[in-house]
């Protein structure tokens, strides 16, 4: 894994996770999937004219429509779209918490899908890496939160594991930005109709509500999106799931700095045996096959 690849991973870790903070934010003062649902509008128009700006085309192989129409509903549509509701009740960093537990759904996938091989300090890491996170989820458990939003959060992550597998047929012949684009449409449209016969239009309007709605669609939204998928074809779906192990340290530093949420010593403790997992996959990685 070269230095261009780490950076990638560690911006669109921290893109990644300071979503939960925004959505939370945003989730405070607007119906959620309302909300999701013209965010992705929003950045799915901008990603499509900026990528016919740079010659882009939406002629895409048959492969490509079904890996985007199943990176639309299983993330932005499934994913997103439960963890939106679900921030209505728990904390962004428990969120956030839960959804860096997928590099290890990914690598099963990998495995049992695609025959790809874990050597024995990789899936250490992997372990080491679930560890910590348990550790972090401990420390929030024992003070009670909402089952319900749990369960979404655990049913959202299976989906982003979907997801993240179906990026293999999505990027293989380029157009990039143009998928990113689309699969927002496509999570857009979906989240629309739901949002339409469950949700009553009611916001509070605010500055703090706009400044978040803008930048969750740019940046975790448009920007973090496109770097995951330049990621996932630079070094390969389960090397670049890696990066999601960071997702707990950011998504609870944002939220403590934006949102209060407390910082504990178990929080530490996990985030210290999460690097040193995200390490070892990393050292295992670059061991001869």
């Known amino acids: 894994m070269d230095i261009r690849a780490i950076a990638m991973g560690v911006v669109f870790a921290f893109m990644w996770a300071s979503a939960f903070t925004s959505a939370r934010m945003i989730v405070a003062e607007a119906p959620p999937l309302t909300a999701l649902a013209i965010r992705f509008l929003i950045s799915g128009i901008l990603g499509i004219l900026i990528a016919r700006m740079l010659g882009q085309t939406w002629r895409l192989t048959r492969a490509q429509w079904v890996a985007t129409f199943v990176f639309g509903i299983c993330q932005n549509a499934l994913y997103l779209g439960l963890n939106f509701v679900a921030m209505q009740t728990i904390e962004a960093s428990l969120a956030a918490i839960i959804a860096s537990t997928m590099p290890l759904l990914v690598a099963l996938g990998g495995w049992l899908a695609f025959g790809e091989k874990v050597r024995p300090l990789g899936a250490a890491g992997l372990i080491a890496g679930v560890i910590g996170v348990a550790l972090i989820m401990g420390s929030r458990l024992s003070g009670g939160v909402d089952s319900f939003g749990l ?9 982003l594991t979907i997801a993240t597998m179906s990026v293999r047929g999505a990027t293989s012949g380029g157009n990039v930005l143009m998928i990113v684009g689309l699969q927002m449409l496509v999570g857009s449209s979906l989240l629309g109709v739901v949002a339409v016969l469950t949700e009553t239009w009611q916001v509070t309007w605010s500055l703090r509500l706009g400044l978040a709605f803008a930048y969750t669609t740019l940046i975790p939204g448009l920007a973090a999106t496109w770097v995951w998928f330049l990621l996932v074809n630079r070094i390969g779906a389960v ?10 340290f950011f998504g609870v530093a944002v939220a403590a700095v934006f949102l209060g ?8 403790l996990g985030v210290a045996i999460v690097a040193l997992g995200i390490l070892a996959v990393q050292i295992s990685k670059q061991v001869p096959r």
Do not use: K, N, Q, W
């Not at 369960?151 to 989906?159: F, M, P, Q, T």
């Not at 090397?239 to 707990?248: I, S």
């Open 151 to 159: 369960i979404l959060c655990v049913i959202g992550v299976a989906s």
């Open 239 to 248: 090397r670049a799931a890696t990066f999601h192990f960071l997702t707990p």
């Open 261 to 268: 949420e407390t910082l504990g010593h178990y929080d530490i």
